[in-house]
């Protein structure tokens, strides 16, 4: 009589068994969301009028056509060229 229960249970967990791994083989084959790619503005790297620091255009700090790494560099103005 308890031959007949734990053959029973057996199936039981051997059917939630194969139902998981169902569940999970299905998982492995959906397509996964590609991460957030970033805008242009962000991906373009610029030169600071000053110093000559590459940084992110989003982050670059504009003067009229010239773009700056921040508001020192922004106040001193663009850099004599050298043996000037």
Do not use: N
């Amino acid at each position: 009589m308890a031959l007949k229960y734990l053959i029973l249970l057996l199936v039981v967990v051997l059917v939630f068994w194969w139902l998981g791994r169902r569940r999970a083989d299905a998982g492995a084959d959906a397509p996964r969301p590609s991460p957030p790619r970033p805008d242009a503005a962000a991906r373009t790297m610029v030169a600071c009028a000053h110093c000559g620091l590459l940084l992110p255009r989003g982050e670059a700090v504009q003067a009229g056509a010239a773009l700056y790494c921040g508001p020192a560099h922004r106040a001193l103005g663009p850099r004599p060229p050298e043996g000037a």
